[in-house]
Nanobody, 125 residues
């Protein structure tokens, strides 16, 4: 089993920055691929960033490229999402997710097995 706990959300003005953290525990093999997703009001869950744990290769949604960075600290079993130049449309609940890399489609929510409870991000104009 894998447990994921997100933190770091909050309220910021447009143009500001936040760093989200996802602390992982439990079995290591099932969480070799990890991603960040978000769900805004009346919106479907959207994949924003993904990282392959072994290689460190990252993938981003077009909407966040150049503004968000996903990275990991393996010693702390933590994956981060650094968010800069935030926009009101970035508002939503942000979730960390994980699964084995084999058979996983990056940024496709239904291919991630383990999920955290989420952390709220609100960006005001």
């Amino acid at each position: 089993q894998v447990q994921l706990v997100e933190s770091g959300g909050g309220s910021v003005q447009a143009g500001g920055s936040l760093r989200l953290s996802c602390a992982a525990s439990g079995d290591t093999v099932p969480r070799t691929c990890m991603g960040w997703f978000r769900q805004g009001p009346a919106k479907e869950r959207e994949g924003v960033a993904h990282i392959y744990g072994t290689s460190g290769t990252t993938i981003y949604a077009d909407s966040v490229k150049g503004r968000f960075t996903i990275y990991q600290d393996s010693a702390k079993n933590t994956v981060y999402l650094e968010m800069t130049r935030l926009k009101p449309e970035d508002t939503g609940r942000y979730y960390c997710a994980a699964n084995r890399c084999l058979g996983l489609t990056p940024l496709s929510a239904n291919t991630y097995r383990y999920w955290g409870q989420g952390t709220q991000v609100t960006v005001s104009s």
